[in-house]
Structures are given as structure tokens and as C-alpha cells.
């Protein structure tokens, strides 16, 4: 069976309903991988070329023992609720409900969030307001490093990718973002920002892209740590 790039497919040979592998060719991989990515629940399946993706879903599956395992103990979802403690830019907010239907805000010098309405509408305006929140940071940063960078303005947007913290399209200069990162420490905020606007200077991931980086925000590797550390329990709010 041919395998391509992108392509999603049981762990299980017998197409159960159990873990899934996401292919994934990378030219510059040495060798044959498997990582377990927490964020979308899934096992990335990582070959130099779209032929050695067979390979690698072999060898992926004399790994099966080993995912389950990696992929049972990542965050497990919890709905956005009155009581809960989230976090924003790295500090504990508390989430509670007010009578009616009216927005969700910050108050008590941004310790907690109020909100009207009940279920999956109390969850709506709670998750706008981080929305909010994390477009308005970013916004912020982003314009600091491309003013840094000499680059002029781009466009921004705010998505709910399960898989990345953000990507940028230099070619029609478009950098989205993924409005969980507000949850995080500013440092680790600041560092995604300089990462998609030094994708303006540099497209891939090369020594020359990174040095750009680190001039931006100097040492980038604990934000980067951060992320792949904690990433999971962002992805699994509201969940």
C-alpha cells in the first residue's frame, strides 16, 4: 500500500477506532521516527520520503504498546466552567457565573472571569474573552518584532489549530496564531510571536532562521520547552 504525506490511518492494522498516526515526510529526517504530538491525540509517523512511509507505519506499529501508553496519560479535556482555574498569560484566573446572559470579563484586577449564560453558551463567552485576549497580545508583540525586524505590517489572525501554535505564509505575509498561547507565561507568548515573524526573514528552520530568533528574544530554547512541557494541558481547556 502506498502511503502520502498528511495522511491519517488506524495504529490499529485492523482499522479499530483506537490511536491514530498522522504521516509526516520530512526531507531533512534521518531516519525513520515516531513522537507522540499530545496536543491533537495522535502519533506522527515521520519518514525522509513519501517511500519510506510504509516502512515507517511498520515500525510505528511494533510501537503500539509504547503510544497507548504515551497517548493515556496526555490532559485529558474539561469544559469551561463556573469553579474551574485556568490560567492567563501564566497566572491562575478563577471562572465564575453571574446572572443572564452578559459577556464574559476580567475583574478583580484580572483574577477572575464573569460571565452570564450557562452550559456551552457560559463556555462560548468565557473562550471569546481569551480570544480577546490572546489577539491583542499577539497583535502587540508581533508589531514589536517586525518593527525590530524592519518588516512591514502583516496580517493576523486568531485560530484553534490542534496541531500547531501558530504559522506564517510569508508569500501573502499572513501569520495565524492558535489563541491558547494566551494561557502562557508572557516569555513564552513574546518567543511564538518572534518565531512566526522571523519566518518573514526566513521560511525554513535553518541556523540562519534561528539566529534571528535569538535576536528577537535572546535564549528561545526554555519558551520553546515550555511549550512542548506544558502544550497539552493548553489544547486540553475547553476541550
Given at each position: 500500500m502506498a502511503y502520502r504525506n498528511?495522511?491519517?490511518?488506524?495504529?490499529?492494522?485492523?482499522?479499530?477506532?483506537?490511536?491514530?498516526?498522522?504521516?509526516?515526510?520530512?526531507?531533512?529526517?534521518?531516519r525513520l521516527s515516531v513522537r507522540?504530538?499530545?496536543?491533537?491525540?495522535?502519533?506522527?509517523?515521520?519518514?525522509?520520503?513519501?517511500?519510506?512511509?510504509?516502512?515507517?507505519?511498520a515500525f510505528a506499529r511494533t510501537k503500539s504498546v509504547w503510544i497507548c501508553e504515551r497517548l493515556a496519560v496526555?490532559?485529558?479535556?474539561?469544559?469551561?466552567?463556573p469553579g474551574q482555574v485556568i490560567s492567563l498569560r501564566g497566572r491562575p484566573v478563577r471562572l465564575e457565573a453571574v446572572p443572564g446572559a452578559g459577556a464574559a470579563r476580567l475583574v478583580e484586577e484580572g483574577t477572575v472571569i464573569r460571565s452570564g449564560g450557562e452550559g456551552e453558551a457560559y463556555a462560548r463567552r468565557v473562550e471569546n474573552l481569551l480570544k480577546r485576549e490572546a489577539r491583542d497580545t499577539l497583535l502587540e508583540r508581533?508589531?514589536?518584532?517586525?518593527?525590530?525586524?524592519?518588516?512591514?505590517?502583516?496580517?493576523?489572525?486568531?485560530a484553534d489549530t490542534r496541531s500547531r501554535w501558530g504559522s506564517c505564509s510569508p508569500h501573502n505575509r499572513?501569520?495565524?496564531?492558535?489563541?491558547?498561547?494566551?494561557?502562557?507565561?508572557?516569555?513564552?507568548?513574546?518567543?511564538?510571536?518572534?518565531?512566526?515573524?522571523?519566518?518573514l526573514v526566513h521560511a525554513d528552520h535553518s541556523p540562519a532562521y534561528w539566529s534571528v530568533v535569538e535576536r528577537l528574544v535572546g535564549d528561545h530554547r526554555p519558551w520553546r520547552k515550555w511549550l512542548k512541557d506544558y502544550g497539552g494541558a493548553l489544547h486540553a481547556v475547553g476541550r
Amino acid at each position: 500500500m502506498a502511503y502520502r504525506n498528511d495522511q491519517r490511518l488506524p495504529l490499529d492494522e485492523g482499522g479499530g477506532s483506537g490511536p491514530v498516526l498522522r504521516l509526516s515526510v520530512n526531507p531533512r529526517a534521518r531516519r525513520l521516527s515516531v513522537r507522540i504530538d499530545a496536543r491533537a491525540g495522535e502519533a506522527v509517523v515521520i519518514a525522509p520520503t513519501e517511500r519510506g512511509l510504509t516502512q515507517a507505519v511498520a515500525f510505528a506499529r511494533t510501537k503500539s504498546v509504547w503510544i497507548c501508553e504515551r497517548l493515556a496519560v496526555r490532559p485529558k479535556g474539561r469544559p469551561l466552567e463556573p469553579g474551574q482555574v485556568i490560567s492567563l498569560r501564566g497566572r491562575p484566573v478563577r471562572l465564575e457565573a453571574v446572572p443572564g446572559a452578559g459577556a464574559a470579563r476580567l475583574v478583580e484586577e484580572g483574577t477572575v472571569i464573569r460571565s452570564g449564560g450557562e452550559g456551552e453558551a457560559y463556555a462560548r463567552r468565557v473562550e471569546n474573552l481569551l480570544k480577546r485576549e490572546a489577539r491583542d497580545t499577539l497583535l502587540e508583540r508581533t508589531d514589536h518584532h517586525l518593527r525590530a525586524l524592519g518588516q512591514t505590517p502583516v496580517k493576523m489572525s486568531i485560530a484553534d489549530t490542534r496541531s500547531r501554535w501558530g504559522s506564517c505564509s510569508p508569500h501573502n505575509r499572513t501569520i495565524r496564531y492558535s489563541w491558547r498561547v494566551i494561557m502562557a507565561p508572557p516569555p513564552v507568548i513574546d518567543y511564538l510571536a518572534a518565531h512566526e515573524v522571523a519566518h518573514l526573514v526566513h521560511a525554513d528552520h535553518s541556523p540562519a532562521y534561528w539566529s534571528v530568533v535569538e535576536r528577537l528574544v535572546g535564549d528561545h530554547r526554555p519558551w520553546r520547552k515550555w511549550l512542548k512541557d506544558y502544550g497539552g494541558a493548553l489544547h486540553a481547556v475547553g476541550r
